[in-house]
C-alpha cells in the first residue's frame, strides 16, 4: 500500500519531528493491506471484544467498546465485516454518527496474548440485514467495508487475563439484556 495516502500532513510532521518517517513508510508498505487474511480473520472471529471509533457530521469523535463472547464480529469476506447490535442504553452514540459520518475505525486487542490488529473502512447499518437472523436477539448489524487493515505494535499492550464473560454475552448472539425493561444486573 502506498504510504503517501495512508499519513496526512499532521502525522508526517510528527514523523520528521521525532525522525520516524523512515520506519513508518516501510510500515505503511509492508503490514497495511486492504483485505482480511487468514490470520485476521481466525484474529477477530477469536476476540471477544473490540473498540469502535466514529465521528458526527462535523468532526466530533466517539469511541466505544463492544463486547460479546468469541465470534460474534464476523468476517464475511476479504474485504467485510459484520458486528451485531444489541439493546443496550439506547445512546446510540457511536454507531448514530454512521448515520451522519459512515467512516469507522475498529480496534481488536487480545490482552492474553498481546496482539492487535486494527481495520479503518466505511459502515453501514442493516435493520433488515438478512445476516440479522444468524445473530438472534440483534438490533441490527453493522457491515464494515475495510479499505486498510494493520496490525499494531504489541509492545505496550498489559498483559490481562479474562476472568468472566459478561453475563449478558450469550451463546450465539442470545443477548439478554435491555435497559429499557430493568434487566440490569
Not at 520516524?20 to 505503511?28: F, G, S, V
Not at 484474529?43 to 463486547?67: H, N, Q
Not at 481495520?119 to 437472523?133: M, S
Request: charged share 30%; aromatic share 10%.
Amino acid at each position: 500500500m502506498s504510504d503517501d495516502s495512508f499519513y496526512h500532513d499532521g502525522m508526517r510532521r510528527l514523523q520528521e519531528e521525532r525522525e520516524t518517517r523512515p520506519i513508518a513508510e516501510r510500515l505503511a508498505q509492508v503490514t497495511v493491506r486492504s483485505a482480511f487474511s487468514d490470520e485476521d480473520r481466525a484474529f477477530i472471529e477469536r476476540c471477544a471484544m473490540l473498540f469502535v471509533a466514529t465521528a458526527d457530521g462535523e468532526g466530533r469523535p466517539e469511541c466505544s467498546y463492544k463486547g460479546g463472547l468469541p465470534g460474534f464480529v464476523r468476517v464475511l469476506d476479504e474485504r467485510t465485516l459484520a458486528i451485531p447490535d444489541y439493546d443496550g442504553n439506547g445512546m446510540y452514540r457511536s454507531w448514530g454518527n454512521l448515520l451522519a459520518n459512515p467512516h469507522v475505525g475498529l480496534l481488536f486487542l487480545d490482552f492474553e496474548n498481546p496482539k492487535r490488529i486494527r481495520v479503518n473502512g466505511t459502515a453501514r447499518i442493516g435493520a433488515d440485514d438478512p445476516l440479522r437472523e444468524a445473530f438472534p436477539g440483534a438490533v441490527f448489524v453493522v457491515r464494515v467495508t475495510a479499505e486498510r487493515i494493520f496490525p499494531n505494535c504489541p509492545r505496550y499492550i498489559h498483559k490481562m487475563q479474562l476472568v468472566e464473560h459478561s453475563a449478558y454475552a450469550r451463546p450465539h448472539g442470545t443477548q439478554t439484556q435491555n435497559l429499557r425493561r430493568g434487566l440490569w444486573r
